[in-house]
């Protein structure tokens, strides 16, 4: 329970930094670009500290966007030290999804990773 509040908090956090920039998110396949918007511009501004903060929220928000299209649920990982979402016994990583479009920004990557996830798991 106390992990789900975490999920939660952290959303809510990412939601409100994003509303500050004069952006709206919400838990659907349509606020992915907004998730690659704005990671791509804390990249840009050369801030390592504001990176790390950055990749953490949009994973976990990235991760509950495909959790309410295909259900499943957060775990530590049993592959990695990470946490994970594991849907159907089958573990994926949003929190690597991002650190790859950080390392190679490609606009629609991130929704790439979510939609294969949910198209996956909807069959």
């Known amino acids: 329970m ?5 999920i ?5 956090h990412l939601e409100e930094l994003v509303s500050l920039m ?9 606020s992915i670009s907004t998730l690659e918007e704005v990671l791509t511009s804390v990249v840009n501004e ?10 953490y929220l949009i994973a976990v928000y990235l991760g509950e966007i495909v959790i309410s ?5 957060w775990i ?5 030290n990470n946490m ?6 089958q573990q994926s990583f949003p929190l ?8 190679n920004p490609k606009n629609g990557q991130l929704e790439f990773f979510a939609k294969g996830l949910i198209s996956a798991n909807r069959i």
């Open 46 to 55: 050369n801030d390592e500290e504001a990176t790390s903060g950055a990749r």
């Open 84 to 89: 994970a979402l594991s849907i159907d016994n």
């Open 69 to 73: 299209e295909a259900g499943g649920e």
């Open 76 to 80: 530590k990982s049993t592959i990695s």
């Open 8 to 12: 939660q908090d952290t959303c809510e």
């Open 96 to 103: 690597e999804a991002v650190e790859e479009f950080i390392r």
């Open 2 to 6: 106390e992990f789900e509040k975490h």
């Open 22 to 30: 004069g952006g709206h998110l919400s838990k659907d396949l349509d």
